[in-house]
């Protein structure tokens, strides 16, 4: 039977009984509290019970201070026959949902009773200590669970350019109790010319870490240096995930190091930097530098001395700003929002009423408090001119996207629609599973782009999953299920059943989840260089394209009349056909979802998709056949790979499927274990 956590009312005289009697077995732990002390929290809303059917399993007694805003947890009792069934963890979790507007809850526990693996497991991070009142003297560590509300010093704004975190043997070094080289070079980033530069910043592991210093003078001193640095408090759940991936990855490229004690809280000093959103960790421990391909792989941290933060400031901030290639070679420029350049952008993008001029610009300004850890973003015009803007941060698994703006502009539907592509690109590139858009004025024509991409209305804005997931259904929509599930929210239930209109659905809204056992045909397109140039910018075009065309999610190929098994909803290859001297060919640079299949004299298809494509009205008259009909494949979305799969790989891959590869002449079916193993190729990691 599952655990129920309910309240306890002072009525409740036969369950305050038993919950007296559970308190009693353990007074050795808890000390003896009289049971008029138990009534007592009961009546303040103090006590909760967790029952296993009508058994009492556990209980939390804790008071709400009227002078703060903490939970003070007294008493945590779980009785012994039934720990490890998650009953500690289900009375926590009461206590966050019952009084989720306080900051945190806080406990005390003798250092001596070796429970700091518990605390620490149900997410609590060491903060302090004290002396206890007994005879002995004996060590209180205090624990903290941080409720996730914003402080003074959360809001504490930072002219740093760059932030980062520091693990236990720099931060040791900074206080002065380390070697005197350890010392001498981690004081470098206190150097007075990085003042303006460097940000030092510390997450929970490093309060674990100060915990576990021996001495008792040592750790009050290294704690007295903890409000020197920036504070971080990643959310709990996704640094465990994170760190469980980092884990997996590092048990495969290094099978004989074991994973657990200080190898573990090495690594999770990249995850919970990751989920801080930070990219660079310094470190002096050469186990920890050891990882750091690992790092950047998986959560995308740059693991680093002091000497290189030093020496490569400024690289080091480059790896920290999201700045996006050209927009499909156009000429389109993204560039970081300037301090104080809030108020040129007032008269591109007030959008309502509460949001106009000063109240823009401050709102604007207020979120470069944080230093790196927002992005603020502008998208410029080949005049110059503002025509989009956006204002990213991460959150554990989540990209948070304070500001989502167009600017009145004839290409305005269009750059709403690249933008929320380019957002989802980001979020992959990132770890992130969903995206969350809280901006209360969003333009009419960005809520209508969210709309038609996948994102889902509330009364906090538009969410939208990310399902990083190419394998069946059932995978994909597991995986969105445990998303949504950790959003409050819910996931369509798909099998290998459903129709391919469903399931090209699911791809888009679960973008990029591609469901490889369902209906969905995929086929293989060979493109000549030239066009491929010209669609994709693939290889790169000397000159800007055209900004309609390369902004556009939709893009037009054109062939022969002649059908050979093409139908839509379907998945399309891109490969590129050996061109002449000098260029790139013999490879799949990509895919994309084919939309529709148009039949029809050239004339006609090109009045229908002029907008859409690269090829001239005499181009398209020549890819008609003897019928004096051309055929037309409207597609979106393409995906160009991170690594290109070449003709050598397609033969080996298919050969490894027991499949026979010949390099397309024409569009061809391909199976889908074959376009499975082609994308995961595309997207494997160099």
Request: aromatic share 8%; no cysteine.
């Given at each position: 039977m599952a655990i129920r956590v309910l309240p306890v009312s002072a009525e409740q005289s036969e369950l305050l009984d038993l919950i007296v009697a559970l308190g009693d077995r353990y007074t050795k732990y808890l000390g003896l509290l009289t049971p008029p002390a138990y009534r007592k929290h009961a009546e303040d809303d103090g006590l909760l019970v967790a029952m296993d059917g009508k058994e009492v399993v556990g209980y939390a007694l804790f008071g709400l201070p009227k002078r703060s805003l903490h939970v003070r947890l007294a008493h945590l009792c779980v009785a012994e026959e039934h720990r490890g069934k998650g009953v500690a963890r289900e009375l926590i979790e009461a206590i966050r949902a019952r009084h989720a507007h306080r900051l945190g809850i806080r406990a005390k526990c003798r250092r001596d009773y070796g429970l700091s693996s518990m605390w620490t497991a149900l997410g609590f991070v060491p903060r302090g200590e004290s002396l206890g009142r007994g005879k002995d003297q004996e060590t209180l560590d205090t624990w903290w669970l941080d409720l996730g509300h914003e402080d003074l010093f959360t809001e504490a704004q930072s002219d740093a350019l760059l932030v980062v975190t520091v693990d236990h043997g720099v931060f040791a070094g900074l206080r002065g109790t380390e070697t005197e080289r350890a010392v001498e070079e981690s004081r470098a980033l206190e150097a007075g010319w990085l003042a303006d530069l460097i940000e030092l910043a510390f997450t929970p592991q490093l309060l674990h870490d100060v915990r576990d210093v021996e001495e008792r003078e040592a750790r009050t001193h290294q704690?007295?240096?903890?409000?020197?640095?920036?504070?971080?408090?990643?959310?709990?759940?996704?640094?465990?995930?994170?760190?469980?991936?980092?884990?997996?990855?590092?048990?495969?490229?290094?099978?004989?190091?074991?994973?657990?004690?200080?190898?573990?809280?090495?690594?999770r000093y990249v995850a919970e930097t990751s989920c801080a959103g930070l990219q660079v960790l310094v470190t002096r421990d050469p186990a920890l530098a050891a990882l750091a391909d690992i790092a950047l792989d998986i959560a995308g941290v740059k693991v680093v001395s002091p000497a290189v933060v030093t020496l490569h400031v400024d690289e080091l901030r480059q790896a920290q700003v999201y700045r996006p290639a050209d927009l499909m070679g156009t000429t389109f420029s993204a560039e970081e929002i300037a301090p104080d350049g809030e108020g040129e952008l007032v008269g591109f993008f007030e959008q309502a009423e509460g949001d106009r001029g000063t109240s823009f610009a401050e709102r604007l300004k207020s979120l470069a408090d944080d230093g790196v850890l927002w992005r603020r973003e502008l998208l410029r015009d080949g005049e110059g001119h503002p025509v989009a803007l956006y204002v990213w941060a991460m959150d554990g698994r989540t990209l948070n996207v304070a500001f989502l703006r167009t600017a009145s502009h004839w290409l305005e539907e269009s750059l709403a629609r690249q933008l929320l592509f380019m957002l989802k690109r980001l979020g992959r590139e990132r770890g992130a599973q969903a995206i969350r858009i809280t901006d209360p004025f969003l333009s009419s024509a960005a809520m209508s782009a969210a709309g038609a991409d996948g994102f889902t209305e509330d009364e906090s804005g538009f969410t939208v999953l990310l399902v990083d997931v190419c394998g069946s259904a059932v995978a994909a929509s597991r995986k969105a299920a445990e998303i949504a599930g950790r959003m409050r929210r819910s996931a369509p239930r798909l099998d290998e059943r459903v129709s391919p209109e469903v399931a090209s659905m699911a791809e888009r809204v679960?973008?990029?989840?591609?469901?490889?056992?369902?209906?969905?045909?995929?086929?293989?397109?060979?493109?000549?260089?030239?066009?491929?140039?010209?669609?994709?910018?693939?290889?790169?075009?000397?000159?800007?394209?055209?900004?309609?065309?390369?902004?556009?999610?939709?893009?037009?190929?054109?062939?022969?009349?002649?059908?050979?098994?093409?139908?839509?909803?379907?998945?399309?290859?891109?490969y590129v056909s050996e061109g002449a001297s000098g260029q790139q060919g013999k490879m799949v640079i990509g895919c994309s979802r084919l939309d529709e299949v148009v039949i029809d004299g050239p004339d006609t298809l090109f009045s229908r998709f002029e907008h859409l494509g690269v090829y001239g009205h005499a181009e398209v008259r020549d890819a008609a056949d003897a019928s004096g009909k051309a055929m037309a494949l409207r597609f979106s979305d393409t995906e160009i790979f991170p690594v290109q799969v070449t003709h050598a790989r397609m033969t080996a891959l298919a050969k490894r499927l027991g499949l026979r590869w010949v390099p397309p002449m024409q569009l061809s079916k391909v199976s889908s274990t074959l376009f499975q193993a082609v994308y995961e190729e595309g997207h494997r990691k160099t």
């Open positions: 704690r007295a240096g903890l409000a020197e640095l920036r504070s971080l408090s990643p959310d709990s759940a996704a640094v465990t995930i994170r760190l469980e991936e980092l884990v997996a990855a590092a048990g495969k490229e290094m099978p004989g190091v074991p994973l657990h004690g200080r190898q573990r809280a090495r690594l679960w973008w990029p989840a591609k469901l490889i056992d369902t209906a969905l045909p995929s086929f293989i397109a060979p493109i000549k260089p030239r066009w491929s140039t010209e669609l994709f910018d693939f290889p790169a075009m000397l000159v800007p394209r055209d900004d309609v065309l390369g902004i556009s999610r939709e893009h037009v190929y054109y062939r022969s009349s002649g059908r050979r098994g093409e139908r839509v909803p379907a998945r399309i290859l891109w």
